[in-house]
């Protein structure tokens, strides 16, 4: 899949399905890179560790994607870059699509190529009969909040939360 028609960067980024080799080392990243998010985002360790695990339990039964669900890599002119991660927003449905995540590796950050990964995203979702595209960002992550808002995503609804005692974390 390759980016439709638009600026040179666009044009260069595809999606390839990532390969069964590589999908191992990627789930166990990207379960760790969830699992610290949710911690910089409040969790505690152990809140972030099982809702990083019962989420990866439930979109990767057996190490595969579950049903729908696919993990691709983001390649510029063949350099892998990144990868993104969509599937229904629930485990049953294939109208609503989510963004599970989106991650350029950051020497390759501020090129424009998550902005492609996105559209090429959009296109995926279209293609399997998706109609809505939605996605959670960590409040902290000014820089993907303003890549999404770009793209036209709104807000649909706002988690905030006031620590009152920070031994209590």
Known sequence: MSAADGDS?????????????????????????????RVRAGDTLEQATDNADQSFSAYFPDGRPAPHHQ???VLDDETVV?????????????????VWEVAIDERYR??????????????????????????????????????????GYDTASLRMQKVLREDAR
Not at 17 to 35: C, K, N
Not at 82 to 98: A, E, N, R
Not at 124 to 131: D, K, L, S
């Open 71 to 73: 993990v691709y890599e």
């Open 82 to 98: 990144g990868s993104l991660w969509i599937g229904p927003q629930s485990i049953g449905t294939t109208t609503d699509w989510w």
């Open 110 to 151: 501020g090129r424009g190529l998550g902005r492609a990964a996105m559209l090429l995203a959009e296109d995926a979702v279209r293609e399997n009969g998706g109609t809505v595209l939605g996605l959670n960002v960590f409040g902290f992550n000014t820089a993907a909040r303003r890549l999404y808002e770009s793209l």
């Open 9 to 37: 960067t666009q044009a260069r980024v595809v999606l390839r399905t990532m390969p069964d080799d590589r999908l191992p080392g990627w789930v166990e990243r990207s379960r760790g890179d969830y699992r610290a998010d």
